[in-house]
């Protein structure tokens, strides 16, 4: 029967056969996102999950993107279409602090 198989495809944890994986996660542990600093290129996703027994979010500074209140063991994607250096933080605890740099497409022509 094909039901299992479509049933199984319906609840599979990838977003859309075409989305290629994460190209970093960031696990937030003990009230830190770790790694701090974090570059991807453009087009390219991040995940971020949650390790501790907190609800947290991952905000930011320039309100860009929000994950909005993530719970533990909770996980998060957010693929980043615009390059340049995006500051963020947790919302429920502004001591947490972090930063993604997107880079340009690998197309683009390097600047160094
Ligand atoms: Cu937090």
Not at 37 to 63: I, L, P, W, Y
Request: with cysteine; charged share 15%; glycine share 2%.
């Amino acid at each position: 029967m094909l039901l299992p198989f479509v049933l199984a495809a319906l609840t599979a944890p990838v977003p859309a056969a075409s989305a290629p994986a994460a190209a970093a996660t960031i696990h937030i542990e003990n009230f830190t996102f770790v790694p701090s600093t974090v570059t991807v290129r453009t087009n390219q996703s991040v995940t971020f999950v949650n390790d501790d027994d907190e609800a947290h979010t991952v905000t930011a500074k320039d309100k860009s993107f929000d994950s909005e209140g993530l719970d533990s063991q909770r996980s998060w994607t957010h693929v980043f279409t615009q390059s340049g250096t995006f500051a963020y933080f947790c919302e429920l605890h502004p001591s947490m602090k972090a930063t993604i740099v997107v880079a340009g497409a690998a197309a683009k022509p390097a600047s160094r």
